[in-house]
């Protein structure tokens, strides 16, 4: 084994990646040996940080020095400063709002309140190397469980409180338990991969940077229930995951971690990859198992339920990726453990991502319990640019709008259901008075109407009769009585429809009506939208005091709107205006403004 | 309606390399979605005498191989451009301005979203979520991450590719 002085991680993560982190690394080690250091300096690509924002990310050990925002051009200084000369280079720490840089990363303040549990191994080891796994621990916890019988495993499971991450929040103990206890020859296990809910990132950042996590998780599923086959159902618009995934089983397979007699102990299983193909819908269990039939992705009704009838009507396990990824740790380190952390009803983390107007985007994870305010303010650093916080948006197309009142509540999974939102996989959507709460129901609704599959009534024209009348509201011809017929529709498809996803549709709608009816109001009866979003309740004027009389508005014009003679204040004709907000751009004095 | 006057010659290489991808992934009823995704990526696009092949090779009626098709996204009945400009309207995209993106794509290109502008250079859509929130908004090019976007760097994106064309 060779001995380096230095090692250091750079993130191989999504949002690292789309900041060209693969040119920063490679022009490094590039460097590194044409001065002959690559003996001594070993560069590391590793899995998500979870800091988004501040990439492409790297970090030196054995100082544990955190640099961000770090470009090719930047090599230089780096190899210069640190490596040559042993000091920091100053420019690259991250620095917070009290504008001292820091140089280790547990200092950050987005990662002081953080406790990570499933992400342990992101940003630590290298995701296509499992033997860094192994020296984590990795598949320990599935030689622990092939020495313990199936009953006791599940026992371990129920004992530590574990449940699901993927939305719903059921018991994953019991959920094992029905799918144990299921008589057949053939069982499966399946691992909800397909991370559809727009905003969230967190079954990506765990499945790229510590995939075994989740085969070893999945294998142990399948001794449980008694399976010795394994799917992983991932969106195809994951691709270094899907690689990863890849280069994780053939590694397993090789090791004979997975395949026939593991460890010896008589036991077989495996795992094969089926890639989503673009349809929200397939993230709902049954329609999910209706996709890796090769069939369209239409749900269908429960009972009976996947752990009695699923994939090929044989018993089936479903979890999604977090889940799994909380299950060796379980093992290892004990129900009791893990049942120590977090809340009464919900125990453990959970991996949030967090995104939207906040000056610190990226993957979090922490205790259930922990207020919003801390995960926005303290974690997340506020709201950019001095604005108001408005909202926080949990549980995607199923979840709702949170609003400042309920700031201080400890989220869990029976928390947030009873402010009108969910847990859901896990995304938070930070909004500011900028953004219209009308606006951001209506942008549910078109994604709902978007991807429902069609097969149920409710959802599919249901769905739609909101999102006209929303769009009326938007347009300014909304109607006193609409309010009252979305709350009728609402309740209407949560009470009949087919799937999860169709009964969950209304929430962003009902819960904005809930908290910012105000803003609704505004719309219908004053025709105005007080966060200046919905352009058609908007009119742009010229304020005579500032205008030159450029007529740059009035060139860029494409309704031919603006008129004046130079030299003298312009002025906006409403009845051809079409709203474009060309003029307020090109506008050099801000003289334009929108009311 | 898409051109017809296709060459034999140019069929029969799509039905060979369907006839490879089938053999390669194996023609269990299971492996449609792969077996249609592994076509599309080498033709670009799934032609109704595409799918009739893939149907009649593994034996599952045209009426499914046409459901499966057309339930997926991903899935192009249609010739795409050479460039596919995907922009993100995921909701941490939209809350940061996405909208006004893809508008503005849509005013330059002359094109709605789904569209494939005349020349075969550029095809626009919406997609949902690449999970590079912290760069919102961001929008996709054959792969390649454009991230914290404003409306100002949608003419200089389109000029980049037309260049290369």
Same mark, same amino acid.
Request: charged share 25%; glycine share 10%.
């Given at each position: 084994?060779?001995?380096?002085?230095?090692?250091?991680?750079t993130?191989?993560?999504?949002?690292c990646?789309?900041?060209?982190?693969?040119?920063?690394?490679?022009?490094?080690?590039d460097?590194?040996?044409?001065r002959?250091l690559?003996?001594?300096?070993?560069?590391?690509?590793?899995?998500?940080?979870?800091?988004?924002?501040?990439?492409?990310?790297?970090?030196?050990?054995?100082?544990?020095?955190?640099y961000?925002?770090?470009?090719?051009?930047d090599?230089?200084?780096?190899?210069?400063e640190?490596?040559?000369?042993?000091?920091?280079?100053?420019?690259?720490?991250?620095?917070?709002?009290?504008?001292?840089a820091?140089?280790?990363?547990?200092?950050?303040?987005f990662?002081?309140?953080?406790?990570?549990?499933?992400l342990s191994?992101?940003?630590k080891?290298?995701?296509?190397?499992?033997?860094e796994y192994?020296?984590?621990?990795?598949?320990?916890?599935?030689a622990?469980?092939?020495?313990?019988?199936?009953?006791?495993?599940?026992?371990?499971?129920?004992?530590s409180?574990?449940?699901?991450?993927?939305?719903?929040?059921?018991?994953?103990?019991?959920?094992?338990?029905?799918?144990?206890?299921s008589?057949?020859?053939? #069982?499966?296990?399946?691992?909800n991969?397909?991370e559809?809910?727009?905003?969230?990132?967190?079954?990506?950042?765990v499945?790229?940077?510590?995939?075994?996590?989740?085969l070893?998780a999945?294998?142990?599923?399948?001794?449980?229930?008694?399976?010795?086959?394994?799917?992983?159902?991932?969106?195809?618009e994951?691709?270094?995951?899907?690689?990863?995934?890849?280069?994780?089983?053939?590694?397993a397979?090789?090791?004979?971690?997975?395949?026939?007699?593991i460890?010896?102990?008589?036991?077989d299983?495996?795992?094969?990859?089926?890639?989503?193909?673009?349809?929200?819908v397939?993230?709902?269990?049954?329609g999910l198992?209706?996709?890796?039939e090769?069939?369209?992705?239409?749900?269908?009704?429960?009972?009976?339920f996947p752990?009695?009838?699923?994939l090929?009507?044989?018993?089936?396990?479903?979890?999604?990726?977090?889940?799994?990824?909380?299950i060796?740790r379980?093992i290892?380190?004990?129900?009791?453990?893990?049942?120590g952390?977090?809340?009464?009803?919900?125990?453990?983390?959970?991996?949030?991502?967090?995104?939207?107007?906040?000056?610190?985007?990226?993957?979090?994870?922490?205790?259930?319990?922990t207020?919003?305010?801390t995960?926005?303010?303290d974690?997340?650093?506020?709201?950019?640019?001095?604005?108001?916080?408005?909202?926080?948006?949990?549980?995607?197309?199923?979840?709702?709008c949170?609003?400042?009142?309920?700031?201080?509540?400890?989220?869990?999974?029976?928390?947030?259901m009873?402010?009108?939102?969910?847990?859901?996989?896990?995304?938070?959507i930070?909004?500011?008075?900028?953004?219209c709460?009308v606006?951001?129901?209506?942008?549910?609704?078109?994604?709902?109407?978007?991807?429902?599959c069609?097969?149920?009534?409710?959802?599919?024209i249901?769905?739609?009769?909101?999102?006209?009348i929303?769009?009326?509201i938007?347009?300014?011809?909304?109607?006193?009585?609409?309010?009252d017929n979305?709350?009728i529709?609402?309740?209407?498809i949560?009470?009949?429809?087919l799937c999860?996803l169709?009964?969950?549709?209304?929430?962003?709608?009902?819960?904005?009506?809930k908290?910012?009816?105000?803003?609704?109001?505004?719309?219908?009866?004053? #025709?105005?939208?007080?966060?200046?979003?919905?352009?058609?309740?908007?009119?742009?004027?010229?304020?005579?005091?500032?205008?030159?009389?450029?007529?740059?508005?009035?060139?860029?014009?494409?309704?031919?709107?603006?008129?004046?003679?130079?030299?003298?204040?312009?002025?906006?004709?409403?009845?051809?205006?079409?709203?474009c907000?060309?003029?307020?751009a090109?506008?050099?004095?801000?003289?334009?403004?929108?009311? | 309606?898409? +051109?017809?006057?296709?060459?034999?010659?140019e069929k029969?290489?799509?039905?060979?390399?369907?006839? $490879?991808?089938?053999?390669?992934?194996?023609?269990d009823?299971?492996?449609?979605?792969q077996?249609?995704?592994k076509?599309q990526?080498?033709l670009?696009?799934?032609?109704e005498?595409?799918?009739?092949?893939?149907?009649?090779?593994?034996?599952?009626?045209?009426?499914?191989v046409?459901?499966?098709?057309?339930?997926?996204?991903l899935?192009?009945?249609?010739?795409?451009?050479?460039?596919?400009?995907?922009? +993100?309207?995921?909701t941490? +995209?939209?809350?940061?301005?996405?909208?006004?993106?893809?508008?503005?794509?849509? $005013?330059?290109?002359?094109?709605?979203?789904?569209?494939?502008?005349?020349?075969?250079?550029?095809?626009?859509?919406?997609? $949902?979520?690449l999970?590079? +929130?912290?760069?919102?908004?961001?929008?996709?090019?054959?792969?390649?991450?454009f991230g914290k976007?404003t409306?100002?760097?949608?003419?200089?994106?389109?000029?980049?590719?037309k260049?290369?064309?």
């Amino acid at each position: 084994m060779d001995f380096y002085r230095s090692h250091v991680l750079t993130c191989a993560g999504t949002g690292c990646t789309s900041m060209d982190s693969r040119l920063v690394r490679q022009g490094l080690h590039d460097e590194l040996a044409k001065r002959g250091l690559d003996k001594e300096i070993k560069v590391l690509e590793t899995g998500c940080f979870g800091f988004c924002n501040m990439g492409p990310i790297m970090v030196v050990y054995p100082e544990g020095t955190f640099y961000c925002q770090v470009q090719q051009q930047d090599i230089t200084q780096i190899i210069e400063e640190h490596f040559i000369k042993g000091r920091p280079v100053e420019r690259l720490l991250y620095k917070g709002q009290e504008a001292q840089a820091t140089t280790e990363m547990e200092n950050i303040e987005f990662f002081k309140h953080q406790e990570r549990v499933v992400l342990s191994n992101c940003g630590k080891i290298n995701p296509e190397n499992i033997e860094e796994y192994i020296a984590e621990d990795g598949y320990f916890a599935l030689a622990k469980c092939l020495d313990m019988t199936q009953e006791e495993v599940i026992d371990t499971v129920k004992k530590s409180g574990l449940r699901g991450r993927g939305g719903g929040g059921f018991p994953t103990g019991t959920k094992w338990d029905f799918a144990y206890k299921s008589q057949s020859d053939q #069982k499966y296990v399946v691992c909800n991969a397909d991370e559809g809910d727009p905003g969230a990132f967190m079954d990506r950042s765990v499945l790229e940077g510590d995939p075994h996590s989740v085969l070893e998780a999945m294998a142990i599923a399948g001794y449980a229930i008694g399976a010795n086959k394994g799917y992983i159902y991932i969106r195809a618009e994951y691709p270094i995951a899907v690689e990863r995934l890849g280069i994780a089983i053939s590694q397993a397979r090789e090791l004979g971690l997975l395949g026939k007699d593991i460890f010896s102990k008589g036991f077989d299983f495996d795992i094969e990859l089926r890639l989503g193909a673009g349809a929200f819908v397939c993230g709902e269990e049954t329609g999910l198992l209706q996709s890796i039939e090769g069939k369209r992705g239409e749900p269908r009704p429960r009972p009976p339920f996947p752990a009695v009838a699923g994939l090929w009507t044989q018993p089936t396990l479903i979890n999604n990726v977090e889940t799994y990824a909380n299950i060796p740790r379980i093992i290892l380190r004990g129900a009791d453990w893990f049942a120590g952390m977090g809340t009464e009803k919900s125990k453990g983390t959970k991996v949030f991502a967090l995104a939207g107007k906040v000056n610190n985007i990226g993957l979090i994870e922490i205790p259930m319990g922990t207020t919003l305010r801390t995960i926005v303010y303290d974690i997340g650093g506020g709201i950019p640019k001095g604005k108001n916080f408005k909202a926080v948006q949990s549980g995607g197309p199923s979840g709702g709008c949170i609003p400042a009142e309920h700031l201080d509540v400890p989220i869990d999974y029976d928390s947030l259901m009873s402010i009108g939102s969910m847990m859901g996989s896990g995304g938070l959507i930070v909004m500011d008075e900028d953004n219209c709460m009308v606006d951001i129901a209506k942008f549910y609704m078109e994604f709902i109407q978007d991807e429902s599959c069609g097969k149920c009534p409710p959802c599919r024209i249901g769905t739609k009769r909101m999102l006209e009348i929303l769009t009326k509201i938007t347009e300014g011809r909304g109607e006193p009585e609409d309010l009252d017929n979305l709350q009728i529709l609402a309740s209407n498809i949560k009470n009949t429809a087919l799937c999860a996803l169709g009964q969950t549709a209304p929430n962003p709608v009902l819960s904005t009506m809930k908290y910012f009816r105000d803003e609704y109001e505004a719309h219908i009866y004053e #025709k105005k939208c007080p966060s200046k979003v919905c352009q058609a309740l908007l009119s742009y004027v010229i304020d005579p005091e500032k205008c030159k009389g450029c007529g740059l508005c009035a060139r860029n014009c494409p309704s031919d709107a603006i008129s004046g003679k130079v030299k003298e204040p312009y002025s906006i004709d409403q009845s051809k205006c079409v709203k474009c907000g060309e003029c307020m751009a090109r506008c050099k004095f801000g003289a334009i403004d929108k009311k | 309606m898409e +051109c017809q006057c296709q060459t034999a010659v140019e069929k029969g290489e799509q039905f060979l390399a369907v006839d $490879r991808i089938v053999k390669q992934v194996g023609n269990d009823k299971s492996n449609l979605i792969q077996v249609l995704e592994k076509v599309q990526h080498e033709l670009g696009y799934l032609p109704e005498e595409v799918q009739s092949y893939v149907a009649k090779k593994m034996s599952v009626p045209l009426s499914e191989v046409f459901g499966v098709v057309t339930f997926y996204a991903l899935f192009n009945v249609e010739p795409v451009g050479k460039y596919k400009i995907s922009v +993100c309207l995921g909701t941490a +995209c939209y809350v940061k301005g996405s909208g006004k993106i893809i508008e503005e794509f849509q $005013r330059q290109l002359g094109v709605k979203s789904g569209e494939t502008t005349e020349d075969g250079v550029f095809t626009l859509e919406a997609c $949902r979520c690449l999970g590079a +929130c912290g760069l919102a908004p961001v929008l996709n090019v054959n792969g390649k991450v454009f991230g914290k976007l404003t409306p100002e760097d949608v003419g200089g994106i389109i000029a980049q590719y037309k260049d290369a064309v």
